[in-house]
């Protein structure tokens, strides 16, 4: 199984500023990378899938990047809606797994 | 637009089996870019893909859950539904149902993303 880590576990960011989230995979799973962002209460939400791609709707201040094992999710300009915990999940095999998320705060 | 609604009891007894249906509404199940998956979210362990199906009645497991799991379709209801048996503890969680689409690019390869998921419903096990 591949295992998927996640870092920082939290961050305080001030809105308007800029953050970078790691997810480091245990082995290669090329660019079989997803993010979610989810907000309290509420289920996930699809913003980056094959690393890069932004799903539907999704603003382009939100950013996925990277191959192999090493990935990132930058977000600019953070709004006030996008303190939520982040989420990656990988489908280069089975089973799926996902991260433990990372929780951006307000500062 | 595509919504899912997943319902089922909240609470079972240790050594029950948790029964939960998903009612796809807004589109069809028989989408064959759509794996129907179920997914938990439990403080411990965090988010886990409990397995999904295929319209055509495919289906793929956690082999961590493998033994305990079972997942199917009823396209003519347009809904899935999962069971897990002999629950424990362990298996109190958020469960949800999402659709994992395929976003097949024009060379054939296949890119994955859970795109639409259901409100989520709490099951708790306990005595």
């Known amino acids: 199984e591949i295992v998927l880590t996640q870092s920082p576990g939290a961050l305080s960011v001030s809105a308007g500023g800029r953050v970078s989230l790691s997810c480091r995979a245990s082995q290669t799973i090329d660019n079989n990378i997803v993010w979610y962002q989810q907000r309290p209460g509420q289920a996930p939400r699809l913003l980056i899938y094959a690393a890069s791609t932004r799903a539907s709707g999704i603003p382009a201040r939100f950013i996925g990047s990277g191959f192999g094992t090493e990935f990132t999710l930058s977000i600019d300009s953070l709004q006030s809606e996008d303190f939520a915990v982040y989420y990656c999940q990988q489908y280069h095999n089975w089973p799926r797994t996902f991260g433990q998320g990372t929780k951006v705060e307000i500062k | 637009q595509l919504q899912l609604q997943e319902s089922g009891p909240g609470l079972l007894r240790p050594s029950e089996t948790l029964s939960l249906t998903c009612t796809v509404s807004?589109?069809?199940?028989?989408?064959?870019?759509?794996?129907w998956s179920w997914i938990r979210q439990s403080p411990g362990k965090g988010l886990e893909w409990i397995g999904y199906?295929?319209?055509?009645?495919?289906?793929k497991y956690n082999p961590s859950l493998q033994s305990r799991v079972s997942i199917s379709v009823d396209t003519s209801r347009n809904r899935l539904s999962l069971w897990v048996s002999s629950v424990t503890a362990a298996d109190t969680a958020v469960y949800y149902c999402a659709r994992d689409y395929d976003y097949r690019d024009n060379s054939g390869y296949s890119f994955y993303g859970l795109d639409v998921w259901g409100q989520g419903t709490s099951v708790t096990v306990s005595s």
């Open positions: 807004g589109g069809s199940i028989r989408n064959g870019d759509s794996y």
């Open positions: 199906v295929y319209y055509t009645g495919n289906t």
